[in-house]
Each structure stands twice: as structure tokens, then as C-alpha cells.
Nanobody, 124 residues
Framework: VQLQACGGGLVQAGGSLRLSCVGS????????MGWFRQAPGKEREFVTA???????TEYADSVKGRFTISRDNENTVHLQMNSLKPEDTAVYYC???????????????????WGKGTQVTVSS
């Protein structure tokens, strides 16, 4: 069972990137899915998440209005990142947990599933 993230890269400030996360090995329909990020020298932080049904989303204040999470199907989520800033530079990780609330609490321990990260670099 794994989550595979892709879509990272190098972009200039003000540009856009779209990350995707695909789960395999099981159905992720019972899980909320989301994204976290970790910049060099900083702790991993919550970015955004979407509920099992796709009907609820939450965003960190730092990305509200610029990032959009969507869920194609039970195993695939996307993160559309617009108006990127240098401070968005980080390794982005896909994750899955029972609910958005439990996912936010599990950032440092107990997350059901983590994907390998994908690097996003925003140049000024």
C-alpha cells in the first residue's frame, strides 16, 4: 500500500504547479487525504486536506485563496498551487488518515499513510 506524489518542480514566484497523489494497494475511500510540507530546518506542517466524500476541505491560512485541493476519485487527489511564493518552497508530502481532524493531529505521529515527498522550489 502506498501513496505516490508527483508534479513538483522549479517555478518562478507568481507561477503555478499542480501536484498529484495516487494511492495504490487498497481503496482510500475510507480516508481523508491531504498535503503537508516541510521546508529546510522547519517542522512538517499541514497545508490542506479533503474529506472522504470530497465535500469538505481545510487549508492552512498561509495558502488560502492560492491553493486548491480536489479529489478525482477514491484514490487520487490533486493540489493546484497558484501565485506561488518563495516561502512555499518545501518538500510536499501526501497523506491519508481517517478524517481531516485526525490527519492534522497526526502530523508528527500516527498518520495512517504517508507518501514520499515531491520537491517544490519557488525562485524569487
Amino acid at each position: 500500500v502506498q501513496l505516490q506524489a508527483c508534479g513538483g518542480g522549479l517555478v518562478q514566484a507568481g507561477g503555478s504547479l499542480r501536484l498529484s497523489c495516487v494511492g495504490s494497494g487498497r481503496t482510500f475511500s475510507p480516508y481523508a487525504m491531504g498535503w503537508f510540507r516541510q521546508a529546510p530546518g522547519k517542522e512538517r506542517e499541514f497545508v490542506t486536506a479533503i474529506s472522504r466524500s470530497g465535500g469538505s476541505t481545510e487549508y492552512a491560512d498561509s495558502v488560502k485563496g492560492r491553493f486548491t485541493i480536489s479529489r478525482d476519485n477514491e484514490n487520487t487527489v490533486h493540489l493546484q498551487m497558484n501565485s506561488l511564493k518563495p516561502e512555499d518552497t518545501a518538500v510536499y508530502y501526501c497523506a491519508a488518515d481517517a478524517t481531516i481532524t485526525t490527519m492534522r493531529r497526526a502530523v508528527n505521529r500516527g498518520m495512517h499513510y504517508w507518501g514520499k515527498g515531491t520537491q517544490v522550489t519557488v525562485s524569487s
